[in-house]
């Protein structure tokens, strides 16, 4: 088997259809390199254009079995249990991911964070204004939806918020991801929802950082926007085929950062916020104070 293909038990692990489908993009253009071809003479030889093949090697589109067949045989793979592994990667690849029941309440932009997030080892986040998605309790999150106006709760919005629901389950699933969230201390002072519900948050926020998995770090008010001007999120995958993402937000969709200077950017962003926090363990008491004053 050549040094650049996955094996079955390298394969099986992955977490998602995402990682799958990066982790086969990757492979695939290492062969051609090793190969010395160029992607505009691959690209021809599927039947497609420079900008699909990039894709496809970036892992951001579905694959064709077809397709696959006639790269493996273009860089070389002749070998019948190579090429199996290969082409068993493509039908795990494809398999659409359990959100695909609300795309129609999903931007297509957000379908490939969830994808992300749900095949991600280590998650890391900064958020200057609300609890993190993943550690919201549902009343806080209709609030936000709703704009405060709770009482009128349209059924894209129900929608919307089920799927967020449906996200948590990964931080108690089987394997799952480090949830590392840094929260400037005004999030925990903003009543979203009213006394009761902003409660309940707290205290939800306090039980989830108990958890092995989730940390959770509070950036004191005199520390605030000294390190970060905006939140983000960084999604660090444990597959060294797959490139580290920075997640961007913003009123009208979302930037997805991979190149190593933007990844060094951010990652010294929350090196310097995890300084600036409190430490989890104050963190964690702070909250607890917080509760007692409610």
């Given at each position: 088997m ?12 992955l ?6 489908r ?29 900008s ?17 067949a ?17 082409l068993d ?9 359990w959100w ?23 998650i ?5 204004q ?16 709703t ?14 918020i ?12 089987v ?34 950082a ?15 926007g ?15 085929e ?40 104050r ?12």
């Amino acid at each position: 088997m050549a040094e650049n293909a996955p094996s079955g038990a390298d394969a099986a692990p992955l977490r998602g259809a995402t990682a799958r489908r990066m982790v086969l993009g990757a492979q695939l253009r290492r062969l051609r390199e090793s190969a010395r071809i160029s992607r505009s003479d691959a690209a021809y030889a599927v039947r497609a254009s420079d900008s699909k093949l990039s894709r496809l090697e970036l892992g951001r589109v579905a694959f064709k079995e077809r397709d696959v067949a006639d790269l493996l045989t273009m860089y070389g793979v002749n070998d019948p249990a190579e090429r199996d592994v290969f082409l068993d990667m493509v039908k795990h690849a494809n398999q659409p991911g359990w959100w695909r029941r609300y795309s129609d309440v999903m931007p297509n932009w957000f379908q490939d964070f969830v994808g992300l997030e749900e095949s991600a080892s280590l998650i890391q986040g900064f958020e200057l204004q609300f609890v993190p998605g993943l550690l919201q309790i549902e009343e806080y999150a209709i609030a936000v939806a709703t704009r405060g106006r709770p009482e009128y709760v349209p059924e894209d919005v129900r929608k919307r918020i089920a799927l967020r629901m449906e996200r948590q389950k990964i931080l108690g699933g089987v394997r799952p991801p480090s949830l590392w969230v840094v929260l400037d201390e005004s999030v925990l002072h903003r009543p979203i929802g009213g006394r009761r519900v902003h409660r309940a948050q707290l205290e939800h926020l306090l039980e989830m950082a108990e958890r092995p998995n989730v940390t959770v770090q509070v950036v004191p008010n005199q520390l605030s926007g000294y390190a970060a001007e905006h939140p983000f999120t960084i999604l660090r995958f444990a597959e060294p085929e797959l490139p580290h993402v920075v997640y961007v937000e913003h009123m009208s969709g979302a930037l997805y950062l991979d190149g190593l200077a933007e990844i060094e950017v951010y990652s010294r962003a929350m090196d310097r916020l995890m300084v600036d926090a409190e430490t989890p363990d104050r963190s964690r008491a702070l909250l607890t104070k917080l509760l007692s004053q409610l």
